[in-house]
């Protein structure tokens, strides 16, 4: 593995530093998703983004659960663990806390990531530990072939739901949010310069970032997005969000999100009954609390746009760095510890 800083010039012992890009970090492997998954078009743009970060390859962990989407560390030519469903934030914890210098990145599926592994996922984001949480969403379970999911919508007709499903779905956002990661975002697979803008935005922040990705499952559940992605209907159906801006959206982009007295949001068209650009709404990711990106996480069809971009980036201290600094606090107080002494002091017994 040729690791390099990912610069041209030369490096601390003389020798030239060689620039990685995108071939250096797509690996042997032949990729197996269906043709047509929107599991490709994240693939690619996760491998555009990390030789722009000035890491050599081995500085890298991709950790997945189970699922389609789990299958990403195969195709990353960097460190990567298959792990077991639901536990890929849980391992990917532990390997942030063993390795600090290590950049951490967690892959996992609605079904993966908000099912058996909900637990893990939110205590890994209310932690701030430093990984990189990229859940794809499709709102299926699409590798045991077509179950209803935590994200699939009520009244969702599937193999294990056949007259409808009565869940009331989780929204991944809110959930996040909900949780105070530091960084919350959503993107759709379709629209590769935004979704890139956010990974390389994402993989720079210290701290936990969390990335909903709404991904097509062409065979399960193809067209679960089309409202919000298709070309004819897109713009007035997205709210590309932009920090210090006001919220418009729409073909012309007359149209925007104020708030009523009641703190409720609705769609205005600027230019009719006096509303201005002054009377929207405007963006600030970095508000000292969530509850913007809370309201703006609850806008769905077919009322309001679907919110994309970042919606919360709010740096504080992570768990690993606050872990590190605590060690070498105690270090410096205590010195360095005696496992033999440990083992054979307060509370102990002998088996006979």
């Known amino acids: 593995m040729s690791g ?55 500085k890298f962990v991709f950790v997945s659960g189970i699922g389609c989407s789990s299958r990403f560390p195969y195709y990353m030519n960097t460190y990567g663990f298959h792990s077991i469903h639901g536990r890929a934030a849980a391992i990917a914890t532990g390997v942030k806390l063993a390795r600090p210098d290590l950049q951490v990145w967690v892959v996992t599926g609605d079904g993966d990531g908000l099912s058996i592994g909900g637990n893990h996922l939110i205590h890994a984001l209310r932690r701030n530990i430093d990984v990189k949480v990229l859940l ?15 994200t699939s919508e009520q009244g969702k007709k599937t ?30 697979d379709s629209d590769s310069k935004l979704m890139l803008d956010v990974l390389a935005r994402a993989a720079r922040f210290k701290g ?36 210090g801006k006001p919220m ?22 600027v230019g009719e009954n006096g509303v201005t650009e002054k009377d ?19 806008l769905d069809q077919p009322n309001f ?29 205590r010195g360095d510890g005696d496992l033999h002494k440990l083992l054979h002091s307060g509370d102990t017994w002998t088996v006979a």
């Not at 809110?174 to 759709?188: N, P």
């Not at 929207?280 to 609850?298: I, T, Y």
Request: aromatic share 8%; glycine share 10%; with cysteine.
């Open 4 to 58: 390099t800083n990912g610069t041209n010039g030369n490096g601390a012992n003389g020798s030239a530093v060689i620039k990685l890009g995108k071939k250096d970090f797509v690996s042997d492997q032949d990729v197996r998703w269906c043709p047509g998954c929107g599991d490709y078009a994240i693939l690619a743009q996760v491998q555009k983004v990390l030789p722009e970060l000035g890491l050599p390859r081995e």
């Open 136 to 150: 794809f969403n499709n709102r299926i379970y699409g590798l045991t072939k077509g179950q209803y999911s935590p």
């Open 159 to 188: 193999k294990s739901s056949p007259f409808g499903s009565l869940d009331h779905p989780f929204n991944p956002i809110s959930v996040a949010l909900g949780a105070e990661a530091s960084f919350v975002a959503r993107v759709v």
């Open 208 to 243: 936990s970032a969390f990335i909903e990705i709404y991904q097509n499952c062409v065979v399960f559940n193809d067209g679960a997005f089309d409202e919000v992605t298709d070309r004819a209907t897109k713009a007035e159906k997205q709210l590309i969000l932009e920090h």
């Open 248 to 269: 418009l959206f729409g073909k012309d982009r007359k149209k925007g999100i104020r708030l009523t007295g009641m703190f409720q949001p609705e769609v205005v068209t």
């Open 280 to 298: 929207l709404l405007v963006h600030d990711e970095r508000a000292p609390n969530g509850g913007l990106a809370f309201l703006l996480s609850q």
């Open 305 to 333: 746009p679907v919110a994309l971009g970042v919606l919360r980036a709010d740096e504080r201290p992570s768990y690993d760095q606050l872990t590190v600094d605590q060690i070498q606090s105690v270090r410096a107080k």
